[in-house]
């Protein structure tokens, strides 16, 4: 791969040369990922098993932006940013409940990003304004739909759930269909994966579901059945991204881990950058001067979290240089009856990349002086949380 370095790269992000949002270098690679949270606190359903119920986190509040979605755009220009990003956006409630996050979406794509929405795809008014966006845009755009049977049921929006999916699919957009396990879900498991075949093609992806009432702690599994039994019931369905997630999951990573410089959070609400849901430093206002450079700090050997529950996404992107996984793709992806695809050649190519591809590896020297950074940060947090319990 030809290393080509500009001049913002080099100095701030030491990330190799920008992916085709420029048409500089090779198709459709992307130099971090972004998971942009929407400041939403509620929900169109209520799913039992939801970390956010869990943690009483919802306040029926969806906040206005402190800043227009054209200047988040500025916030998160490639060229700040060093090239492409992969733009997750997500909310601790229903994403779509945000009016503004459309046109953020729309200012992201026209930036050249990557766009990702979480959705439980039942505003259809959102998802028709997603759908009527140019042909060129919607190429670069994908979603992932939760796929909560019992509640959609239950509240006779299932026809709704898959015309708003198809809406999207016809329109151009890549998405995935992704089930959270949830042992009340057992007996309805059947009926629920034909309608996904009868309706798109192709068996749902499955997750796998943490408790979060010890968030900070242990974060287990969660259900009433052991590990084995877990393993061998949601197993079944040939999903990569059930078994890796299965795979790594109550497992503490140790590897040096670049979160923080080549991946990171950005919370609308305050406006700034953090390295992971657990951040080891601390974080970073990057919105009042969106023209300064972010000074990107990898967390290293320094994870704070108990694992790396999302690692289908963090780890799969590139998180962790020289880590075996599956690709994003493979998580993501299903091939229909038809032979159609979920994805779209765009992002089945862009999900085949990884992180390290476009960044200079870390030397040694560069390794030891991040932990030098971030391990007394890091120490101070776990001493905290282990006196006063917190997150
Ligand atoms: S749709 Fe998602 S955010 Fe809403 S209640 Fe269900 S799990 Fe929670
Ligand atoms: S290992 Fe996973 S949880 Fe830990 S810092 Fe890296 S990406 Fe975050």
Known sequence: MS???????????????????????KPHKFVRFIELRIPVHACTLRCQYCYITHRSLFDSSVRPFRYSPHYIRRVLSRQRLGGAAIINMCAEGETLLSSEVIELAR???????????????????????????????IDRLFIKFSY????????????????????????????????????????????????????????PHFTVARDDRYAGRHLPLLTQMNREEYRNFWGRFNSPLFDYKFKIFEQPRSEFCCAGDWSGIVEIATGTWRQCYYNASRPVDIFTDPDSPIPFLAIGHNCMSPHCWNGHTWLGL??????????????????????????????????????????????????????????????????????????
């Open 107 to 137: 200012e992201l794509l026209e930036e050249g990003h990557y766009v990702m929405i979480v959705t439980n795809a039942t505003l259809t008014n959102r998802i028709e304004e997603l759908a009527n966006f140019p042909k060129e845009i």
């Open 3 to 25: 290393v080509k370095k500009n001049i913002a790269t080099a100095r701030c992000n030491k990330s190799r040369g920008e992916g085709s949002a420029n048409g500089s270098a």
């Open 318 to 391: 590139g998180s962790i240089p020289g880590m075996e996984t599956p690709t994003y793709a493979e998580m993501r992806n299903r091939v229909c009856e038809d032979g159609s695809e979920w994805l779209n050649p765009t992002f089945k190519e862009l999900f085949s990349h990884r992180l390290e591809e476009a960044h200079i590896p870390y030397s040694l020297s560069r390794r030891i002086a991040t932990d030098l950074k971030v391990a007394p940060i890091a120490i101070a947090k776990r001493i905290r949380r282990l006196i006063f319990g917190s997150r």
């Open 148 to 203: 909560h049977y019992m509640q959609l049921k239950e509240r006779g929006l299932l026809d709704k759930f898959f015309n708003n999916i198809r809406m999207m699919r016809d329109a151009g957009a890549s998405f995935t269909l992704e089930v959270t396990p949830h042992d009340e879900l057992i007996p309805l498991v059947e009926e629920m994966n034909q309608r996904a075949i009868k309706e798109l093609g192709a068996l």
